[in-house]
């Protein structure tokens, strides 16, 4: 199938890479919801041409012809990913205004495509049509197991519901999406807002040189001298693993475990205490929408086991076992603490 992503407008063709990694340092931001919309454009109206022809055929020759469904619609999204991924990560490791408003907009509009496919009651029935035929039991075991795990994310995704309540569950997902992006732009500005400058080298005692080097250029990347501490995980882990300055350990210890909430040195800046009550609200009335008594039993669908009481029985055994070792572990540590000098108990 050929894929065409490339306009006259968008000069930079990064978004297509044959082989190897995406280029980077090309993305441009402005030109990502574009992209992605065009490509969304392009499943739509292939999937949607490909279910014209295949409703006027006879049943025998729509069973013939499904499994190739699967393959183009792996090809599209495919074309897709593509693009989301690397925009994605960098919104991630390269925060800055352009990058959060494409990844939020080129979110809207992947959360919209996935809601559209998955209650699509028409790619549902190339799907439950195959399921039910003869020729299903001639599908080599990881085509059934597609088929079956298709099937099983179009009932997940609320496929048999009525109208109204379809509605409801496409609301409620763009909603939990809009939350998650908000969560995690409140804590990178969590993460990038709280530092600690040092002018004296002897106040990071301890620290390798290599980390001392990453504090610097933390510092020289900020317009200051010196060395720098934010929380971004690899300062993090410079600090409370090397510093020989306890102090120094608990108070970045406390901030990095403490961003975005309403505790901590940043207390009640980037909260994300309302979102995540918001989150758990919408989640319960999700599960209960598509018939399950809480949101536990509908994430546990797709994963080892059926209950929320057996993950409990099992992270309760696991618990008493691992104690006794544990306590053990302990009290080596408080003896090679008193042994290197610690003032007090840990």
Not at 154 to 160: E, I, K, P, R, S
Request: proline share 3%.
């Amino acid at each position: 199938m050929d894929i065409t992503v490339s306009p006259a407008s968008w000069q930079s063709n990064w978004f297509a890479p044959v082989t190897g990694l995406p280029r980077f340092s090309s993305i441009n931001p402005v030109e990502a919801g574009a992209v992605i919309g065009h490509l969304i454009e392009l499943h739509r109206s292939s999937v949607e041409t490909w279910l014209e022809g295949y409703s006027r055929l006879d049943s025998d020759s729509r069973i013939a012809k499904a499994w190739e469904f699967v393959a183009m619609e792996e090809e599209l999204s495919d074309a897709i990913s593509k693009v989301w991924a690397p925009v994605s990560h960098l919104q991630a490791v390269a925060d800055n205004d352009e990058l959060r408003e494409a990844y939020k907009q080129c979110l809207e509009l992947l959360t919209e495509h996935e809601t559209w496919r998955s209650q699509n009651t028409s790619i549902y029935r190339v799907f439950a049509e195959l399921k039910n035929s003869q020729e299903f039991a001639r599908l080599l075991p990881v085509q059934q197991r597609i088929v079956d795990l298709e099937l099983r994310d179009f009932h997940l995704a609320g496929v048999d519901l009525e109208e109204t309540a379809r509605n409801r569950y496409a609301e409620i997902v763009m909603r939990l999406s809009n939350l998650g992006a908000a969560f995690q732009e409140n804590l990178l500005d969590a993460t990038q807002a709280w530092t600690l400058h040092f002018t004296d080298q002897k106040a990071l005692a301890g620290l390798p040189d290599a980390e001392l080097r990453l504090l610097a250029g933390n510092a020289l990347s900020r317009g200051k001298d010196g060395w720098l501490v934010d929380l971004s995980y690899p300062c993090y882990s410079a600090i409370v693993t090397y510093a020989d300055d306890r102090e120094l350990r608990h108070e970045v210890y406390k901030a990095y475990v403490t961003r975005a909430s309403d505790q901590g040195p940043q207390a009640g800046q980037h909260d994300n205490s309302s979102i995540i009550r918001e989150m758990l609200s919408l989640r319960h009335q999700l599960a209960q929408l598509l018939g399950f008594q809480n949101y536990a039993e509908y994430a546990l669908v797709p994963r080892m086991t059926t209950s929320p009481g057996l993950v409990m029985d099992f992270l309760v055994q696991l618990a008493e076992r691992a104690l006794p070792f544990a306590r053990q572990q302990f009290d080596s540590l408080q003896d090679f603490a008193m042994r290197n000098g610690a003032s007090e108990a840990l």
